[in-house]
Structure formats: structure tokens, C-alpha cells
């Protein structure tokens, strides 16, 4: 799992959606309220309103589950890639790295790389 702390507490994610959409483009999937299925395959399952699954078309593996964490003025937004064994290997060096990028990337976020 990777994690990266926005240094404000106020992050919606609303935002964080419109920067996931914006950073991936249209061949991503960004649905708040959702999370990836465990097992990669199916359709997102209904989460937390701070969980917005990300992934290539509806019914792909090529997912994985971003968490939106507030705490002590800022915020921590966690990517977990989904799938079992090799799926979410390659979830984790593909997907999950490129929403990492997309976050990093977006300007309304004044994201830093957090550990992880």
C-alpha cells in the first residue's frame, strides 16, 4: 500500500476524484464511494464515501482502492492495489503506481510523498 500526506486536513474527496480523473484520463474508471473488490474481478463494490475505486473499464482486474484518511491538519490518502497474487503485483507496479503519480502530480493538492 502506498500512502501520500497532503499537509491540509480540509482534502475532499470530491477533489481527489477530480484529480484522479484529470491525472488518468478517460480510460480510467474514478468512482467515489466505491472500492475495488478484493479479488479484482466484478464489478466496485459500494464503501466509505472517503473510498473511491480506480480502475481500467468496470469489469477488469485492473484496479485498486484509494482511502482518504484526515488526521492532526492533514490528510493521507492510501492506494491499495486489489486482486490476488500476481493481479495485484501487477496492480501495484501498474495502477496503483500511476493514481500515486496522478495525486503527486495534481496541482489543487499540494500533495508530498508520504512513507510507503
Do not use: C, F, H
Not at 500526506?5 to 470530491?14: C, E, G, H, N, Y
Not at 475505486?53 to 486489489?82: E, H, K, M
Amino acid at each position: 500500500m502506498s500512502t501520500i500526506t497532503i499537509p491540509r486536513a480540509d482534502v475532499t474527496s470530491d477533489e481527489v476524484s477530480a484529480a484522479l480523473s484529470e491525472g488518468l484520463g478517460p480510460r480510467y474508471d474514478v468512482q467515489a464511494g466505491m472500492k475495488a473488490p478484493r479479488l479484482g474481478w466484478g464489478e466496485p463494490e459500494e464503501s466509505q464515501p472517503d473510498d473511491i475505486a480506480v480502475g481500467i473499464g468496470t469489469s477488469r482486474p485492473w484496479r485498486a482502492t484509494v482511502r482518504i484518511d484526515r488526521q492532526a491538519g492533514q490528510t493521507r490518502i492510501r492506494v491499495a492495489p486489489a486482486g490476488l497474487i500476481w493481479i495485484r503485483v501487477v496492480n501495484t507496479l501498474w495502477v496503483a503506481r500511476k493514481i500515486r503519480r496522478a495525486l503527486l502530480a495534481a496541482p489543487g493538492l499540494g500533495s508530498a510523498p508520504g512513507p510507503g
